[in-house]
């Protein structure tokens, strides 16, 4: 019943832009947090940005702070990704994460390709 699905990846110019989408369905407790992580091939997988649901908290890596805002629909349980000026180092697989009663679900990702 518990569904994690991550939206809206593709394939974008170095400098372009794309938003990412995350609804996490099937919940009988609160999704406290919801975040998005990213791993390349060869490399760890690795925090991009989070948000919680009370206060609305953030929090972003160093390499894409100023380029990247995350942000949340509380009542949809959705996060957003909206990406801006991307590069050729952001390629990877972007995966979602909802957190609730302490326990993680994960999406199974969205593939974002950063090529000229």
């Known amino acids: 019943q518990v569904q994690v699905a991550e939206s809206g990846g593709g394939l974008v110019q170095p400098g372009g832009s794309l938003r990412l989408s995350c609804a996490a369905s099937?919940?009988?407790?609160?999704?406290?947090?919801m975040s998005w992580y990213r791993q390349a091939p060869g490399k760890e997988r690795e925090l991009v940005a989070g948000?919680?649901?009370?206060?609305?908290?953030?929090n972003y890596a160093d390499s894409v702070k100023g380029r990247f805002i995350i942000s949340r629909d509380n009542f949809q349980n959705t996060v957003y990704l909206q990406m801006n000026s991307l590069k050729p180092e952001d390629t990877a697989v972007y995966y979602c994460?909802?957190?609730?009663?302490?326990?993680?679900?994960w999406g199974q990702g969205t593939q974002v390709t950063v090529s000229s």
């Open positions: 994460l909802a957190s609730a009663r302490g326990r993680d679900y």
């Open positions: 099937g919940f009988i407790f609160t999704v406290d947090y």
């Open positions: 948000i919680s649901r009370v206060g609305g908290g953030t």
